[in-house]
């Protein structure tokens, strides 16, 4: 079994700055991908940044020069710098992970269980 476990989310002002981290625990063999997604009411979930195993990044236009995707062995993090009222959010990590079964390893796609991010303006 997998557990990503988030946290960092709250309530901040228009400008302010929030970190979000996860963590994955379990029988883990080996981590690729790691991304930070979000969905805000009636919106569907969009990525806002990605890493590979490589260390390449990736990021939505709207959060490119203010928000850092970092990983840290087993953790993802977030870096939110001026933070705007469009980006509250429930965010979720996303981890691809090689996991050691019984029968050999497997690779899936795990999710976190969510962090509110609430920007006022």
């Known amino acids: 079994q997998v557990q990503l476990v988030e946290s960092g989310g709250g309530l901040v002002q228009a400008g302010g700055s929030l970190r979000l981290s996860c963590a994955a625990s379990?029988?883990?063999?080996?981590?690729?991908?790691m991304g930070w997604y979000r969905q805000a009411p009636g919106n569907q979930r969009e990525l806002v940044a990605i890493?590979?195993?490589?260390?390449s990044t990736n990021y939505a236009d709207s959060v490119k020069g203010r928000f850092t995707i970092s990983t840290d062995s087993i953790k993802v993090y977030l870096q939110m710098n001026t933070l705007k009222p469009e980006d509250t959010a429930v965010y979720y990590c996303?981890?691809?992970?090689?996991?050691?079964?019984?029968?050999?390893?497997?690779?899936?796609?795990?999710w976190g269980q969510g962090t509110q991010v609430t920007v006022s303006s």
């Open positions: 890493i590979t195993s490589g260390s």
């Open positions: 379990g029988s883990i063999d080996s981590i690729n991908d």
């Open positions: 996303n981890m691809r992970i090689t996991t050691r079964q019984r029968m050999g390893l497997m690779t899936g796609d795990y």
